[in-house]
């Protein structure tokens, strides 16, 4: 299974960024979906995590209201739409795939994972 991620790039405080993950075998389409980011000099953390059944959407606090992840089926994309962004959003995004529909926020319960797409957010 291979993910894709793309739409990162550089905007101001305050701005919107929207973020794709494109996947190989309707990954992106039938299993459960996260995005995960990194800062220079921290650990990975969780952003956001879609599934089926129970709760469909998961968020780091950090991000609730601002951010909004999502899947387009027909598409086989999963998308991360970042609105109100802040400084302390910047970091490398990565896209990742569990081998279930289960939702989870915990990163070691994903199998795949995209190549990461930097995003970042001037004061």
């Known amino acids: 299974v291979q993910l894709q991620a793309s739409g990162g790039g550089s905007v101001q405080a305050g701005g919107s960024l929207r973020l794709s993950c494109t996947c190989s075998?309707?990954?992106?389409?039938?299993?459960?979906m996260g995005w995960f980011r990194q800062a220079p000099g921290t650990e990975r953390e969780a952003v956001a995590a879609i599934g089926w059944g129970g709760p469909t959407a998961l968020y780091a606090d950090s991000v609730k209201g601002r951010f909004t992840i999502s899947r387009d089926i027909a598409k086989g994309t999963v998308s991360l739409q970042m609105n109100s962004l802040k400084p302390e959003d910047t970091a490398v995004y990565y896209c990742a795939g569990r081998r279930d529909a289960k939702i989870s926020m915990s990163m070691t319960t994903y199998t795949y994972w995209g190549q990461g797409t930097q995003v970042t957010v001037s004061s």
């Open positions: 075998r309707r990954t992106c389409s039938n299993n459960a």
